[in-house]
C-alpha cells in the first residue's frame, strides 16, 4: 500500500492528471490472499479481502477524488470488496458458457442475442441499481484480436443494448453515430438518465413486435437524446411519442436530428453516418424504422 500510494502520486503528478487503477480479479484475489496471509476460500480470506479493497480504495481517492478504480471480476461474486470500486468489468462468464455451446452446435448465431437479453441486462448491468458503475466486456469472435468487418453489426447490437441501460461495453470501439450524438448533446454532470422501465417517463413507442423500448439522456431543458432498440428477431415500425412539457420544449415545434441505426440489421454499424434533420410538432408522433436486434438514435432539440 505503501508503494501504491508513492506510484500514484507519481503518476498522476501529485493527484494533478486523474488516473485509474485497474485490477484483474486472478491477480488481485492473489496479492490480497499473500499481504494477508489468508487463505483463498472461506470467511477469513472474504474479509482479508474486502480490508484490502477498502485500503487500496482509499489511498486511490485521497489523491484525487476524480481517480477511478476499476474491477475486471467477469462473474467473481465478492460482492462485500466490490463495493470499493467505480467500474465492474463483466460478461466473460457469458461468452464462455456460450461458446462451449456453439462448439457442439454450430448452428448457433456468432452474436450476443442469445447471450444477454433485455431483462438480464436490466437485472445485472445497469448502474442505477448499484454502487459502481457495470461495463460489459465483449469477448466473442476472438475481437481483441482482430476487426473483422462481419462483427461490427453484432458490436453495434451490443453497444446499444448496454446503452439503454445507460452502461457501456470494455474496450469494443463505439459506433460512431454514439460518439457523435454524444458529444452534440453534452456528455457531463448536467445530463439525466431517462430509463425505459421508469413509469411515465415522458417517452413512450408503440410497436407491433417485442421487446421495443426507449431510453433516453436529458441535458438541461429541450435537449434529449432518444434510443430506441428493438431487441426481436423481426424489423419493424415503431411510433415513439415524447411529452414536451415534462423535458422543457416550450417551442410549437422542435428539431429532429436523426443520428441513424447500428446493430446486426446494418452491416455499416461502426461507419459515420449522416444526420438527417426533421422537425416535430406538439402532439406529433416520430415514426422510426428500426431492423431486428439494431436501436435508433435521434436527438431532439429546440
Not at 127 to 154: C, I, M, T, V
Amino acid at each position: 500500500m505503501y508503494h501504491l500510494d508513492k506510484s500514484v502520486k507519481y503518476l498522476s503528478q501529485d493527484g494533478r492528471y486523474p488516473l485509474h487503477v485497474y485490477l484483474d480479479n486472478s491477480g488481485q484475489i492473489t496479492c490480497s490472499n499473500y499481504l494477508h496471509g489468508c487463505p483463498r476460500e472461506g470467511k477469513t480470506g472474504v474479509l482479508a479481502h474486502r480490508e484490502y479493497m477498502k485500503r487500496l480504495y482509499n489511498i486511490v481517492k485521497s489523491v484525487n477524488p476524480l481517480n477511478q478504480v476499476l474491477i475486471h471480476c467477469s462473474g467473481d461474486n465478492r460482492m462485500s470488496s466490490w463495493g470499493f470500486s467505480d467500474v465492474m468489468i463483466e460478461g466473460e462468464q457469458m461468452s464462455a458458457h456460450y461458446m462451449s455451446r456453439l462448439a457442439n452446435d454450430p448452428s448457433l448465431p456468432k452474436n450476443y442475442t442469445k447471450l444477454i437479453t433485455l431483462a438480464k441486462a436490466r437485472s445485472q448491468f445497469q448502474p442505477l441499481a448499484y454502487g459502481p458503475d457495470r461495463f460489459y466486456l465483449y469477448q466473442f469472435w476472438g475481437w481483441n484480436k482482430s476487426e473483422p468487418h462481419e462483427a461490427g453489426p453484432a458490436r453495434a447490437h451490443l453497444w446499444g443494448l448496454m446503452m439503454m441501460h445507460d452502461s457501456s461495453v470494455w474496450a469494443a470501439g463505439n459506433a460512431a453515430n454514439i460518439v457523435k450524438a454524444t458529444e452534440e448533446l453534452g456528455w457531463d454532470d448536467k445530463v439525466e438518465f431517462i430509463p425505459y422501465w421508469r413509469k411515465n417517463n415522458g417517452l413512450q413507442v408503440r410497436s407491433e413486435v417485442q421487446p421495443v423500448v426507449a431510453s433516453g439522456w436529458k441535458r438541461g431543458n429541450g435537449n434529449l437524446l432518444v434510443m430506441v432498440l428493438n431487441d426481436s428477431d423481426t424489423a419493424t415500425s415503431c411510433q415513439l411519442s415524447i411529452d414536451f412539457g415534462k423535458f422543457g420544449f416550450k417551442g410549437k415545434s422542435l428539431k429532429v436530428s436523426d443520428h441513424g441505426h447500428g446493430g446486426l440489421a446494418y452491416p455499416d454499424s461502426l461507419l459515420p453516418q449522416e444526420v438527417k434533420e426533421s422537425n416535430l410538432q406538439p402532439g406529433q408522433t416520430l415514426g422510426l424504422e428500426v431492423g431486428q436486434h439494431s436501436y435508433r438514435l435521434v436527438r431532439l432539440h429546440e
